[in-house]
């Protein structure tokens, strides 16, 4: 069983930057692939980012891409999501999932999840 923390959300103008964190534990976390995803309000979640177990690959949606990137740090347990150039459209409840097989855009895919941090982007 995995456990995944979120934070570092919060308030932001737009233009303005987040880092996200997403601690994990309970598990071996470089046997996962992990993703971002996001949800607003009366909308359904949507892909983010993900990144393969290794970190070497990383994949995101053209709504993020070259404003948003996803790393991870497997000897502290943690990926990140570094957000910069923030609107307010990316407003939203973000979450990390950890899939156990490779890395995927599906949520579905995924088998744990964090409970999300909170990202407003005022305008």
């Known amino acids: 069983q995995v456990h995944l923390v979120e934070s570092g959300g919060g308030l932001v103008q737009a233009g303005g930057s987040l880092r996200l964190s997403c601690a994990a534990s309970g598990g071996t976390f470089n046997s996962y692939a992990m993703g971002w995803f996001r949800q607003a309000p009366g909308k359904e979640r949507e892909f983010v980012g993900a990144i393969s177990r290794s970190g070497r690959d990383t994949y995101y949606a053209e709504s993020v891409k070259g404003r948003l990137i996803i790393s991870r740090d497997n000897a502290m347990n943690t990926v990140y999501l570094q957000m910069n150039s923030l609107k307010p459209e990316d407003t939203a409840l973000y979450s990390c999932?950890?899939?156990?097989?490779?890395?995927?855009?599906?949520?579905?895919?995924?088998?744990?999840w964090g409970q999300g941090t909170q990202v407003t982007v005022s305008s």
């Open positions: 999932a950890a899939n156990i097989g490779l890395v995927s855009i599906i949520s579905t895919e995924y088998d744990y």
